[in-house]
C-alpha cells in the first residue's frame, strides 16, 4: 500500500472517530434529570417570569425570609423555566445535550490537528469522561461554554475588531447566568499578565515568542479588559452583584470550610488516601499528560498557557465541582504544547517514517472508537426498577425515580398541607420546586445565603438531634412540620427520635422515601385527625410477585421502611416488612441484618446470630452484618470468634467507632485485659477515644479483678 493510502485511510478514521465521539457525547448527556437544585431554579425562574423582576431578597424560605439575596443565576432560571414549560423536562434535557455538544464543537475547533487527530480525540475523551459527572442541568453547563468560548476567542481572534463586542456580550451573558463569571475577566487579565512578562521578565527566548502578541493586538487586549470589568456590573444588583461571587470565593477558606467537610461537590478530589487509586482516574490523566506535555516542550512554553494551567489545577484540587474547568484548561495547554513538538523529537528515529506515524495514528483511532462503543453500550443497559410500574426505567430522559422523594411531594400537595417546614439539606431545593409557596423550607442548596453558623446548627438538628438548637428556631421561625427524606439516604437516627419524643408532633406520612411530622397547630389539626399514622396497626404493602415474576430487584422499599420503623421502635412492623422484603428478594443482606437487630433487642440471640449469619453470607462487605454476626457471638460467649468478626471490621475500616469498642469490649469479656487496653491506646492514636466507651471496658476489667481476687482471699471449704 503506498504512503498516501494510509495518509487517506489515517484521516478517514479520524473524522469517523470525531463522529464516534459526538455521539458518545450526546448520549451520555442525555442522562435523566437526578439534580437537585434544578427544582429551585425552575421556581425561581416561574417567580421572575410572572413578577417581572428579580428579587434582591430571600422569597423561599422561613429561617432567611427577606434576607439580602443576590441571585446571579437568575437569567439561567428564567430560560430552564421557559424551556420545560414548552417543551417539558426532555426539553431540558436536549438542551443540556446542545450546551454540551457546542461546547465539544469550541474545544474541537481549538484543538484540532490533522496531523495529530487520536491526539486530540483522546484528550477531547478524557474531558469527556471528566465532565460526565457533570452532566446536570444548572448554571455550570453555560458557565463552561461560556469559558471555552473566551479561551477559543483570546487565543485565534483576539485581533478580529469582532471580538471585543462579542466578549462584552459573552460577559454580560455569563454575569447573569453563573457565579464564575469572573473567569472571564481573569482569562484576559491572564492574557495580559503573560505579555507584560515576555516584554519586562529575561526569560529564556523561545519562551518569550511562543505565542506572543503583536503591540496592536496586546493593545487591543488591554482595552477589552476594563471593557469586560464594566460588564460584569449589567446585571440587576450592577456592582454589587458583579463582586459577590468574588466576595462569596475569598469567604470560603474561613467559618464556611463546614460545607467542604459535608456536601460532596466541595470536598477535595484527590486526598493522601487516593493519590495511587483509580478515584478520579480520567482527571488524573489529564494532570500527567498535561505535565509532560510542558516537561517535552520545556524549550518552548507559552506563558499563558502555563498561568492558565496553574491556576486551575490549584482551583480544580480544591474541589470536585472544579475539575472539569482544569479538564479544559489541560485540553488547550496539551495541544499548544504538542503542536510545538515534533514526532522526530519524541520517537526514535526508526520510528520517523511517515508510513509508521499513519498506521499508529490508524491504530491509536480504532482503538479509542472501539472503546467508546464499548463504554457507549454499557451505559445504554444502565437503569433500575420502577417500583410503580412494575417495569424497568431507563437512566436516560425523564426524570429519576430515586432521588427525589416524590412520592411524600404529592401527597403535601395532593393533601395542600401548608407551613414553616424544617427539612434536610437534600430536599431542600426539590420542596422550593414542587411545593413552594405553600411550604417554606428551612433550608435549600444556597450555601452561602445561610451561611456556615446556620449550616452547623442545622447540622447539630439533622446529624445530633439536638432538640434544644430545634426549638430556638422552632418558635423564632413558627415551624410547624417537618420533612425527613429518606430517598437515596437514610435519615440519621437522632433526628427520627427526636421528632418522635415530642409529644406535640404526629407522624402523618411514613414510607420509603420521606417521613413527615406535623405540629399540633390548629391549621395541622384536620390534617392529623385524618392522616396520623398508628405504629402500632402498620402493615406493609404487599408486592404482587405474579407482575413481579423472575425479575430481581432491590427490595428498598421495605427495607428503608424497616429502617425506620425500627428506629422508632416499632419493632413488629419493622419485622413484617423485612420479611415481605426477602418475598421479594429472599437473599437480601439488608433485611437479614435487620431481622438479626430486631432479634437481638429481643434477647434472642441464637436467632439473631442466624439472621446476622445470613446477612453476612449475602454481603461480605456488609459492615452492619458483619458488627451484628460479631455482637452475636459475643452475646452467645463464643467470645474468639466475636474477636475474629470485629477484627474483619477494622480491617476493612480502620476507624470504625462500633468496631474499635465491640473488638474490645470482647477482649475484656474473653479475659484478654492486656489486648483490650492496647486497643484502646490504638483508638487514642486515632481521635476515636471520646467516641468510645472507654469507661465500661475499664469497668468490666476491673469488675473481673476484683472477682478474681475474691475467690483468691475466699477460706477453703467456703
Known amino acids: 500500500m503506498s504512503e498516501r493510502f494510509w495518509k487517506n485511510l489515517s484521516t478517514t478514521l479520524g473524522w469517523l472517530s470525531i463522529g464516534v465521539l459526538f455521539a458518545l457525547i450526546t448520549f451520555t448527556s442525555s442522562l435523566e434529570i437526578k439534580d437537585l437544585d434544578l427544582w429551585l431554579h425552575l421556581r425561581m425562574g416561574w417567580w421572575i417570569s410572572h413578577h417581572w423582576f428579580v428579587p434582591d431578597y430571600d422569597v423561599l424560605s422561613c429561617t432567611i425570609s427577606g434576607k439580602p439575596w443576590v441571585n446571579h443565576e437568575w437569567l439561567f432560571q428564567v430560560l430552564v423555566y421557559q424551556v420545560q414549560k414548552a417543551y417539558g423536562f426532555n426539553g431540558l434535557i436536549s438542551m443540556q445535550s446542545l450546551v454540551v455538544a457546542l461546547t465539544f464543537l469550541v474545544l474541537l475547533f481549538l484543538g484540532y490537528s490533522r496531523e495529530r487527530q487520536w491526539l486530540t480525540v483522546f484528550t477531547l475523551l478524557m474531558v469527556l469522561m471528566v465532565y460526565q459527572t457533570r452532566f ?8 463552561l461554554l461560556f469559558f471555552v468560548l473566551y479561551i477559543y476567542i483570546l487565543s485565534l481572534h483576539i485581533s478580529k475588531r469582532w471580538a471585543v463586542w462579542v466578549l462584552v456580550v459573552l460577559q454580560i451573558l455569563w454575569s447573569n447566568m453563573h457565579g464564575f463569571f469572573f473567569f472571564g475577566p481573569m482569562l484576559a487579565g491572564l492574557g495580559v499578565l503573560s505579555e507584560f512578562i515576555k516584554r519586562r521578565l529575561p526569560l529564556p527566548y523561545e519562551w518569550n515568542t511562543v505565542g506572543r502578541l503583536t503591540d496592536g493586538e496586546y493593545s487591543s487586549l488591554k482595552r477589552i479588559l476594563p471593557l469586560l470589568l464594566l460588564a460584569c456590573c449589567v446585571n440587576p444588583l450592577t456592582f454589587k452583584g458583579a463582586w459577590y461571587p468574588v466576595s462569596v470565593f475569598f469567604r470560603l477558606a474561613g467559618d464556611n470550610k463546614i460545607f467542604f467537610n459535608h456536601i460532596l461537590e466541595l470536598q477535595r478530589p484527590i486526598t493522601a488516601g487516593t493519590v495511587f487509586t483509580d478515584h478520579y482516574s480520567y482527571y488524573k490523566v489529564l494532570i500527567i499528560i498535561s ?4 516537561v517535552f516542550n520545556r ?3 507559552d506563558i499563558s498557557s502555563l498561568l492558565v494551567w496553574v491556576i486551575f489545577l490549584g482551583f480544580s484540587l480544591a474541589a470536585i465541582r472544579n475539575l472539569i474547568y482544569f479538564a479544559v484548561a489541560a ?14 523529537a519524541i520517537a526514535p528515529l526508526r520510528f520517523s517514517s511517515d508510513k509508521f506515524k499513519h498506521f499508529t495514528g490508524i491504530v491509536g483511532k480504532l482503538g479509542i472508537m472501539l472503546w467508546m462503543l464499548n463504554f457507549g453500550l454499557q451505559m445504554s443497559g444502565d437503569g433500575y426498577f420502577d417500583f410503580d410500574t412494575y417495569h424497568r426505567k431507563s437512566e436516560f430522559f425523564g426524570v429519576s425515580k430515586r432521588v427525589f422523594p416524590y412520592k411524600a411531594v404529592d401527597f403535601l400537595l395532593r393533601q395542600q398541607i401548608k407551613g414553616n417546614f424544617f427539612n434536610d439539606f437534600n430536599s431542600g431545593a426539590y420542596l422550593v420546586g414542587r411545593a413552594n409557596p405553600n411550604i417554606k423550607v428551612f433550608i435549600d442548596g444556597r450555601t452561602e445565603e445561610y451561611g456556615a453558623s446556620f449550616f452547623e446548627a442545622y447540622q447539630k438538628i439533622w446529624q445530633e438531634g439536638n432538640a434544644k438548637v430545634f426549638a430556638d428556631f422552632e418558635r423564632k421561625d413558627n415551624i410547624t412540620g417537618a420533612f425527613l427524606n429518606n430517598a437515596h439516604q437514610q435519615i440519621p437516627k437522632d433526628v427520627l427520635k427526636m421528632f418522635h419524643s415530642f409529644k406535640n408532633w404526629s407522624i402523618v406520612y411514613l414510607d420509603d422515601d420521606a417521613v413527615i411530622f406535623l405540629k399540633q397547630t390548629p391549621l395541622n389539626k384536620s390534617f392529623i385527625d385524618r392522616l396520623s399514622v398508628d405504629l402500632s396497626r402498620w402493615r406493609p404493602r404487599s408486592m404482587d410477585l405474579i407482575k413481579l415474576d423472575t425479575k430481581r430487584v432491590d427490595p428498598f422499599p421495605f427495607t428503608s421502611r424497616a429502617y425506620v420503623l425500627e428506629v422508632l421502635g416499632a419493632d413488629e412492623a419493622a419485622l413484617l416488612e423485612s420479611k415481605e422484603a426477602l418475598r421479594v428478594a429472599p437473599d437480601d443482606a439488608a433485611a437479614f441484618t435487620m431481622l438479626g437487630k430486631i432479634y437481638n433487642k429481643r434477647k434472642d440471640y441464637k436467632k439473631a446470630f442466624e439472621y446476622y449469619r445470613l446477612g453476612s453470607l449475602c454481603s461480605q462487605g456488609d459492615l452492619q452484618a458483619r458488627l451484628g454476626l460479631a455482637q452475636a457471638y459475643e452475646n452467645l460467649k463464643y467470645y474468639n470468634e466475636a474477636i475474629s468478626q470485629y477484627q474483619r471490621v477494622i480491617d476493612f475500616s480502620p476507624k470504625n467507632v462500633e468496631g474499635y469498642f465491640g473488638l474490645a469490649m470482647a477482649f475484656a469479656e474473653g479475659g484478654q485485659d492486656k489486648k483490650a487496653l492496647d486497643l484502646l491506646a490504638g483508638a487514642k492514636k486515632l481521635g476515636l477515644e471520646d467516641k468510645i466507651d472507654v469507661q465500661r ?6 469488675s473481673k479483678k476484683k472477682k478474681a481476687e475474691s475467690l483468691i482471699k475466699k477460706p477453703k471449704g467456703k
Not at 505535565?291 to 510542558?294: D, K, R
Not at 496539551?334 to 515534533?342: A, E, G, H, K, R
Not at 471496658?697 to 476491673?702: E, K
Request: net charge neutral.
Open 331 to 344: 485540553y488547550m495547554v496539551f495541544m499548544v504544547n504538542v503542536i510545538s513538538l515534533s514526532w522526530e
Open 136 to 143: 446536570t442541568i444548572r448554571p455550570d453547563i453555560f458557565s
Open 291 to 294: 505535565a509532560l506535555s510542558f
Open 697 to 702: 471496658i475499664h469497668d468490666i476489667i476491673n
Open 299 to 301: 524549550r518552548k512554553i
